[in-house]
């Protein structure tokens, strides 16, 4: 959960380090500049609050705000500027597109696409009751490593839901095989390729796809993150925390991520009978 600082005196030291880290009794200096009320003890309390809530960190006499929080107050900034988009016909929203419609979002980094797709999924999982199986694809499943909490949220919701969660990722490196344990094999399943997929398309390695109904869902990575994400996958064959944190930092930077929403009927059905053919599911008796 992304803390926000209290109104008075936590808001307004925010404020001040907008343009930079302030020594402690510079930042206090300054604020009685800018007339802010509060006593030196005040300021100090205030500080103490905000470095448990992780808004800023203090070293060497230094105040400074977290990046780390910085970051999820863009992710936060930039969910909320699409979720708070009205499904009205004029709109935009995805929700009111007609056959052949497609919306194009750019995104800054890997973490705010996934936030945003995320939100896309739930929307359109409570709007299409009927849809019963969501099929995935990329070259890897770097979601369930590198934003593992909301990844499997995101599956256990499914299932709860009556949904079949299915990924097929292009690769079968060990680390694409580690994640395997996370499916199942019956609500939720994943199937390993021998090679990726669509190589005739610019940067096919960067590409990630969900069919949702007649919704086909794509994001295309940039080369340079596509490129690092790959060389994790080659050079790692366990995960562990330090690992997590690396993968992390890789999808964190900054780059520039196209991401699609199309509803096409005749193309989503062609791309779920080619992903179809990846699992066994039972027939149905009649």
Known sequence: MISFPTQGLGEKIVDALRTGPFKTGD????LREKKVKGTIQG????????????????QKKEVVLNQ??????GDFAALAEHAYRHPASDSGHFLQMQDG??????FKDPIQVDIFWNHVLYVLFDALPKVDRWYAYASHCWFLLG???DELALRDYMVNKGICYLFTVGN?????????KDFDRVNSKYH?????????????????????GDYVIEA??????????????????????????ELQAIVSLPSRIKFTITKDAEKAAKLSRMFEKNFYFKKQKL
């Open 172 to 180: 079968k490196t060990p680390l694409d095989r580690l994640v395997a």
């Open 101 to 106: 419609d497609r919306i194009t979002y750019e």
């Open 27 to 30: 930042l206090i200096q300054y």
């Open 220 to 245: 295309q990575y940039d080369k340079h993150i596509t490129d690092r994400i790959e060389q994790f996958y080659k050079t790692n064959t366990i995960i562990n925390p330090e690992k997590t944190s």
């Open 68 to 73: 780390s929080w910085l970051r999820q107050m």
């Open 192 to 212: 390993m390729l021998e090679k990726p997929l669509f190589p005739k398309r610019k940067n096919s390695l960067g590409l990630v796809l969900n069919i949702v």
């Open 43 to 58: 300021i100090y309390k205030s500080l103490r609050v905000l470095r448990k809530q992780h808004i800023v960190l203090m």
């Open 147 to 149: 934003r593992r909490k």
